[in-house]
């Protein structure tokens, strides 16, 4: 497989780790966001302010959630 892809792939499992798994949406936002970050959820705002807000709010409610990437495409 290509090089590049297996690298994109990567920064999705190591984004959804820091931000989901370890509950540091604020340090994966710093990390891995740019200002112009497009949420695809309609009901979220863009940018990087709405994503820290619900996955503070998913951790409130689900203190156990984990998430684990089965399948990237790339």
Partial sequence: MNGQLE???NI???WHDLAI???KPE???AKYLGSNYRQHNPGSGD???PFIAIVKRFAQIF???RMEPKRIIA
């Fill in 47 to 49: 940018g990087p302010e």
């Fill in 63 to 65: 203190p156990d959630l």
């Fill in 21 to 23: 798994n370890q509950r």
């Fill in 7 to 9: 690298t994109n792939k």
């Fill in 27 to 29: 340090e994966a936002v």
């Fill in 12 to 14: 999705i499992r190591e």
